[in-house]
């Protein structure tokens, strides 16, 4: 290792210099700068790539070119007169200034006279030409976009323009499955692109672009004429090489075809090696059902467990499918839908040592508990777009999911008083229904109007069974003696929920701008629990005459009016707004009815002070109030864990809280600086929170409103600065939260804090090995009636090198180190490791790969919360070695 970095060293410094720097100014014929305008290099020899650059908002520009060789520089900016500079090969010039004069023609004008451009900078657009930065020999879109200036593509597929994330890929303007990028960088053919557009401030519906406010950034595929009808993919399948007897396999196909009117997709994997299938941010686009003009409703559907890797047990069979399709009926009107299955088997292992606080009747509890947990989830998506006209927009979409949850698990509970084994069955059947219709129409410049309607079902039926060989939750629920133990409990839980959004859209003019809403947001739901003790000798012992058992209906209703003011002076937009909402919330249960009527004024402020197109600043603050859900108003006792219960407050009314955020971001292309800062705090002035009574392992928590104020700050921030031909990045989270708790009818003011600092240093030359170092530190802490801290270390490192031009290695290594505040401390480190061989324009490939290569057994962590510490260790899959072939079509 020490040598590959000697070797990287002297590459760097004999890399830089066979290059050589050329900086200036870029100006109009008044010497004003000239911010964004557009700089090519293009090389007048062949094999040498072309080099291209944006001035800065002062104007300045930078080019690295290659030495001894012949440039054509090519300034340009709309409005103004290309100027043309020769930079000789021989040339030791090192700064150039360029003055454009007005061309005094307008904009439509200026497009037409200008045939032929590698890159063209619009306003909020971008537009490449992908033969000017190709050779030929790429074979998927990925490839593509890394030659393209600005534009970077990581090892997830995630797309970035400029430090700038994509979050919407479009093929000819259409959304490409979902809009995630990974599938489509990852498998759009390289020969079939023609220009990549990038588009800015992106809005689905065009003509709500002035007035939406989106921060959204679009890269929209352009196809070349003859390949807008093609098939694409690739399929894998892998086995468990080696002397491992795990039983280790994955198989996965993505299947794509796509042409002018109608688009099909199909994926689909298989794998035990806890394999993830899509990104994150993909899964999201398919947990929809929503229409993005509402928010706060819950989802449903588990997705996220498919959204990274699930290393962390003992097993993992997962078998998934998705089934995306898109079709134009007309010009007018196009149908679109998804249809998704997953089933997944998991084992897992934990071991937790707990040291309880504030506790007199014991001290400590070592826990072992192993589960084995089998989902299945099915989705069904369908989307409707219907455009009568330019100036009108129908949307509707209707979504069912279901899935079903079975849970096995054996818990031994170890304390000083005892030892006693749980065996928990938890079987749950879920559904739902969520549909929206979303209408826009634009009368003229001045005038546009929305109007949503979204409806939600949800249906939750979990039923639980606990058993043991000693009694437990003693003087909490009403066992009677028994040689073994067993306890039904059946929860049933149904929400209903329509929302309605009615908003008008007055430009005054472009300074100016009043926005109104009228909308309405309902909700009714069923809350229902029962819970019994099955004796052995078939009898039953009805927990409800002990104040168990829920039988709650609940209903929600917001009404609201708001007018937003949206202003312009100068650089600074600000946009504040005032909500009046009208609450009613019912709730009936034991034979009693309960009401609060409200109404409460909600401001908010929005503002952003643009300094220029590459920095500015960003401000919201708002007022709301959020009302207790259903089964917090439940006020019979429910049985929630081995170890709790829960007993519902009837008496709950709304928490009312403050929260703001500060956002920051730079980004000096001339300097390689990338800026970018969150800052974000609330302060609940009304609070609901759990009291503890705590005895042992046994807690009981009713939840009451209070007026002990709660305030929770966060600042996430990041700094990257290109060096040479590397780049470093610096990060850090930052977390203070306060916050008053009852434990044992003792009250407390409680803090919590959190500090993590890191930085990752890494190569940015792609003639180079791909390699990066980074190393983080973490601080958190809890004081209240006692006082605890841990610290934790990590460090990362990964590899990856193409040798021989068809041999891909790569690795991957993570040291996590935690230590508490009495200095004990654990440890554990990771490598992942694979080799790829494919030829080029060969459809087939092959790899060897490594998961956890030091055969790692268990990880480590640690946790506290308000009475307890705790050290858990969580048991992993073993060493995996796989042999794979893949296909690519």
Known sequence: MYKLVLVLVFSSVFSFAQTRKIVGVISDDVNLPLEHANVIAKPLQEKVNLKFAIADNKGRYRLEL???????????????????????????????????????????????????????????????????????????????????????VDKNGTVTVQGKKVTKMLVEGKSFFGGGSKLAVENIPADALDKIEVIDHFNEVGFMKQVSDSDDLAMNVKLKENKKKFVFGDLEAGVEAGAGD???????????????????????????????????????????????????????????????????????????????????????????????????LMGSRIEN???????????????????????????????????????????????????????????????NLGSTIFETINKADNASVKQYIEWHESYNQNHTTTFVVNQAYNKVTPTNNWFTNEPFLQGLIPLQKDSTYTVNQIKNTQVNSIDALFKHYWIINNSN??????????????????????????????????????????????????????????????????????????????NTEYTVSKRLFQPQWNSD??????????????????????????????????????????????????????????????????????????????VIRNEIQLDGINQFNTPILTDNPETNTNFNGSFSKRIYRFNLKLNAKLSWFEYSQTLNDVTTINKRDSQNFGLIFKTANKKWPDISIGYSKGFSSFS???????QNDAITGAFE?????????????????????????????????????QKKNNPFGFQLSVTNLLDLKKKYSNKFSDYMISEQSTYILPRAIMFSISYKL
């Not at 989802?299 to 089934?323: H, I, M, P, R």
């Open 513 to 590: 701008h009043v926005y109104v809403d009228i909308g309405n947001n309902h909700e009714s739901s069923v809350f229902q629990t029962s819970e019994k003790q099955i004796l052995t000798d078939g009898s039953l012992n009805d927990f409800a005459a002990s104040g168990f058992g829920n039988n709650t209906k609940y209903k929600l209703n917001d009404a609201y009016v708001g007018i937003e003011y949206k202003f312009r002076i100068g650089k600074w937009i600000n946009k504040p707004g005032l909500y009046l909402h009208w609450y009613h919330l019912n709730t009936i249960q034991n």
């Open 66 to 152: 290659e030495k001894e060789v012949k440039y054509e520089i090519t300034v340009s900016y709309i409005g103004y007169m290309e100027e043309v500079f020769i930079l000789e090969s021989s040339s030791d010039m090192t700064a150039h200034d360029f003055h454009l004069k007005a061309t005094g023609e307008n904009l439509k004008e200026i497009v037409i006279k200008h045939e032929f451009k590698p890159i063209i900078v619009k306003k909020d657009t971008l537009v490449f030409d992908v033969n000017s930065f190709a050779n030929g020999n790429e074979r998927k879109m990925k490839e593509v976009l890394e030659k393209l200036p600005g534009v970077e």
């Open 609 to 686: 002070y643009e300094f220029n197109k590459s920095e500015i600043l960003s401000f919201t603050y708002k007022l709301e109030n959020k009302f207790p859900e259903v089964n917090q108003l439940a006020n019979r006792y429910t049985l929630e864990f081995y170890n709790a219960v829960f007993k519902g407050n009837a008496l709950l009314e709304n928490e009312k809280y403050h929260s703001a955020n500060l956002r920051y971001s730079k980004m000096n292309s001339y300097r390689g600086i990338t800026w970018n800062g969150m800052l974000t705090y609330s302060q609940k002035i009304k």
């Open 353 to 415: 040592k707990v040291e309880y606080l504030n506790n007199i009747t014991m001290s400590f509890e070592n826990k072992d508990r192993n589960a084995k947990n089998t989902t299945v989830l099915g989705i069904g998506n369908i989307k409707l777009d219907y455009s009568p006209s330019a100036r009108e927009k129908w949307y509707y979409n209707g979504q069912y999911q279901s899935s079903t949850n079975d849970l096995r698990s054996t818990l031994n509970s170890v304390t």
């Open 784 to 790: 209240g009636l006692t006082k605890s801290s841990f």
């Open 246 to 344: 795990h039983g280790f396999y994955l198989a996965h196909a993505a299947l794509f075809y796509y042409s002018t009117k109608t688009n099909i997709s199909f994926i689909g994997d298989a794998n035990t090696i806890g394999k993830r299938t899509f990104t994150f941010d993909d899964l999201m686009r398919f947990d929809g059902g929503v229409s993005s003009f509402l928010s706060g409703r819950k989802s449903l559907s588990n997705l996220y467990s498919f959204s990274s890797d699930n290393t962390d047990v003992v097993k993992n069979e997962s078998q998934f499918g998705a089934f995306n399709f898109s079709h134009d009926v007309s010009t007018k009107l196009s149908i679109s839908g998804f249809g998704i299955f997953s089933k997944v």
């Open 801 to 837: 090198a193409t040798f021989f031009k068809f041999w891909t290695y790569k690795i991957n290594y993570d040291y996590i180190r935690n230590k508490d505040s009495r200095n004990q401390s654990n440890f554990y480190d990771m490598i992942d490791t694979s080799l790829f061989y």
